[in-house]
């Protein structure tokens, strides 16, 4: 019964897709899959960025997400000086319930940013990412009702998946993003992503669903306080049909060699998901490699289901800079 009770989400999410995408606490740091217009936009040679998250431990493997992504501006001498032409490739592989559904995707995206400045400093952009998404559903890992009968447990089921076990579909996002300084030192910026524009049909039965739109508005901005401690800060807001969800926060930084182009710093600092969870979050940043952990404390109403342990995410960052970098400040957390 436990494990039909953990499946009946998964049969739903695969029936009726009305649950959200994969998505993680550290957001600022899976920027493909938060905004295809961060596609590029840093300040460096190109960017690699690893996120893991298993969440809800206290039920074995009930979610397990993990992304990848390299991105790099092409075409510097050819464009504006101080414009940024972006490309990327990013995958995700999402499982869920001990693997009995599994949803695997890659990506390339593509983005432009307008210096609307000489110095560079406040940037306007627009990104679109193209995905091929493959999504199976293990049968032989689920429990259905009928395997119950008056003779016991026969562990066979008359269920059948008339669209077959996978699911392949194309998919198409796109987003904008503005980023600015007033000062050449500090950053904000505003983000608004739409992912599943074309709506891609997805379904194991023989009755027709479309993955729904999911709409992202995002913001945040890096404000020094002196050439030690700096405050990073984010925001996020996301729909998707009927679910939503808000996750704010910031964290401190403390740069350790007062060097602003390579800094050594330690992050610490907290985020909130509004009714649900509680996320305190370090990191360390060295040459340009920053790793982040968090935990989610659960104070939702699933608290005593899950012993308040919402789930651990896991961040790797790293961006290639040249020696001598003009230092234009982008968005980073």
């Given at each position: 019964?436990?494990?039909?009770?953990?499946?009946?989400?998964?049969?739903?999410?695969?029936?009726l897709?009305?649950?959200?995408?994969?998505?993680?606490?550290?957001?600022?740091?899976?920027?493909?899959?938060?905004?295809?217009?961060?596609?590029?936009?840093?300040?460096?040679?190109?960017?690699?960025?690893?996120?893991?998250?298993?969440?809800?431990?206290?039920?074995?493997?009930?979610?397990?997400?993990?992304?990848?992504?390299?991105?790099?501006?092409?075409?510097?001498?050819?464009?504006?000086?101080?414009?940024?032409?972006?490309?990327?490739?990013?995958?995700?592989?999402?499982?869920?319930?001990?693997s009995?559904?599994?949803?695997?995707?890659?990506?390339?995206?593509?983005s432009?940013?307008?210096?609307l400045?000489?110095?560079?400093?406040?940037?306007?952009?627009?990104?679109?990412?193209?995905?091929?998404?493959?999504?199976?559903?293990?049968?032989?890992?689920?429990?259905?009702?009928?395997?119950l009968?008056?003779?016991?447990?026969?562990?066979?089921?008359?269920?059948?998946?008339?669209n077959?076990?996978?699911?392949?579909?194309?998919?198409?996002?796109?987003?904008?993003?503005?980023s600015?300084?007033?000062?050449g030192?500090?950053?904000?910026?505003?983000?608004?992503?739409?992912?599943?524009?074309?709506?891609?049909?997805?379904?194991?039965?023989?009755k027709?669903?479309y993955?729904t739109?999911?709409?992202?508005?995002?913001?945040?901005?890096?404000?020094?306080?002196?050439?030690?401690?700096?405050?990073?800060?984010?925001?996020?807001?996301?729909?998707?049909?009927?679910?939503?969800?808000?996750?704010?926060g910031?964290?401190?930084?403390?740069?350790?060699?007062?060097?602003?182009?390579?800094?050594?710093?330690?992050?610490?600092?907290?985020?909130?998901?509004?009714?649900?969870?509680?996320?305190?979050?370090?990191?360390?940043?060295?040459?340009?490699?920053?790793?982040?952990?968090?935990?989610?404390?659960?104070?939702?109403?699933?608290?005593?289901?899950?012993?308040?342990?919402?789930?651990?995410?896991?961040?790797?960052?790293?961006?290639?800079?040249?020696?001598?970098?003009?230092?234009?400040?982008?968005?980073?957390?």
């Amino acid at each position: 019964m436990k494990r039909l009770f953990l499946f009946i989400p998964i049969l739903l999410i695969s029936g009726l897709l009305k649950a959200q995408d994969p998505h993680f606490s550290q957001f600022f740091a899976s920027p493909l899959t938060l905004n295809p217009a961060f596609t590029g936009k840093f300040d460096g040679q190109w960017r690699i960025a690893v996120n893991h998250r298993d969440q809800w431990p206290s039920i074995p493997k009930a979610y397990v997400t993990t992304s990848a992504s390299v991105d790099f501006p092409i075409l510097k001498g050819k464009i504006p000086e101080n414009d940024v032409f972006g490309v990327g490739i990013s995958g995700v592989t999402d499982a869920s319930a001990n693997s009995a559904l599994k949803l695997n995707y890659g990506s390339i995206s593509l983005s432009y940013h307008k210096a609307l400045d000489e110095n560079g400093y406040n940037t306007i952009g627009a990104g679109f990412q193209g995905s091929y998404n493959s999504m199976v559903l293990d049968i032989t890992k689920l429990t259905f009702e009928d395997m119950l009968t008056q003779n016991g447990f026969t562990g066979t089921t008359s269920d059948i998946l008339t669209n077959g076990r996978n699911q392949n579909y194309f998919d198409v996002n796109a987003g904008v993003l503005f980023s600015g300084s007033s000062n050449g030192q500090n950053n904000y910026y505003l983000g608004v992503s739409m992912y599943h524009i074309n709506k891609p049909q997805v379904s194991f039965k023989d009755k027709n669903w479309y993955l729904t739109n999911r709409l992202t508005i995002h913001g945040g901005g890096y404000f020094p306080i002196s050439d030690v401690v700096g405050v990073n800060l984010s925001a996020i807001h996301q729909m998707q049909n009927k679910a939503s969800e808000t996750v704010f926060g910031g964290a401190l930084s403390l740069n350790a060699n007062s060097d602003n182009v390579n800094p050594t710093n330690v992050y610490i600092g907290s985020w909130m998901r509004i009714n649900d969870a509680v996320i305190p979050y370090v990191g360390l940043e060295i040459a340009g490699l920053r790793i982040g952990a968090s935990y989610d404390i659960n104070i939702s109403n699933l608290k005593a289901a899950t012993a308040s342990r919402g789930g651990s995410e896991f961040s790797v960052i790293y961006i290639k800079r040249k020696q001598e970098t003009k230092g234009i400040p982008c968005p980073r957390f």
